[in-house]
């Protein structure tokens, strides 16, 4: 009777110890839908997830339950780390919408300096750094010198600012900065600056701001994330019913080093980019 009562009386300390964080969780996936900023199979998916937990907390004992509210309440502690990776790619729609323009001044003609540093400009702002490099160097070497005897100024006079804009960039230029870009039509990887892929001719760098714009794949990730973590705690519960001794300790030790591994994969690009200098 009193092993009943102390067993109950320890899911009660789970319950507890998880509700919050749980119906937290689940209000978040329910505004996310309603938003239409997550699918309803993700919205679905979330809250399942947090149901899993919820059980798994509660079977497990208080202690399980302790480690499950820990990495809720994590999340929700990042809460503003995750809001401003959102405002971020909100800022840069916005930028999409005039890197769409620039790119379809181009598209009219190739040899337009100035949707070439317009194209430069938006792409340095949100950290693509070698790129703007690039297409502004191209942009310059569009640009003649001679002066026109009416206006008694030259092309490069006319681009002074963009010009002065790329020394600056070069003076502070790394090597990362310029890596090649892969195509997401057709995987064809291409130098720094490709505005179209060299061999579908698909509009590379527009590709990548319009992916980068859309937060669905972000939330796509974190219930992915939160999945795996579900899955793992839901096998470590399960190890400690069938081992014991340190070979229990080993084998929670490589699922948490699995889990590790995987979620560095999973959120290997999100990155909050350095201001331009």
Known sequence: MSE?????????????????PTCVWVVWAIRKM?????SAAQGVAAIGVSLILLFIAIEGGFWVAVIIASLML???????????????????EVDEHLLEQAFGAFGENPANAAALFRIATVLYDAGQRGHAIRIAEYAASLLGSDVDPVSNRSL?????????????????????????????RCSMVNPPGTIACSRCQAPVLLDHARRRADPKPFYAR??????????????????GFVVKGNALAFAILGVVALLGLFLAWLFRGERVLPPPV
């Open 4 to 20: 009943q009562y102390g067993l109950n009386f320890e899911r009660i300390l789970a319950l507890l110890a998880v509700i919050l």
């Open 156 to 184: 490069r006079d006319l681009f002074r600012k963009e010009l002065s804009d790329l020394k600056r960039w070069q003076e502070y230029a790394q090597p990362e900065d310029f890596k090649p870009i892969r195509c997401l």
């Open 34 to 38: 309603i938003d239409a900023e997550l």
């Open 74 to 92: 994590a999340t929700l502690a990042a809460v503003p780390y995750l809001a401003s990776r959102i405002d971020q790619r909100l800022l840069f």
């Open 222 to 239: 974190l219930i992915l994330g939160w999945v795996a973590i579900a899955t793992a705690l839901g096998i470590s519960v399960s190890l």
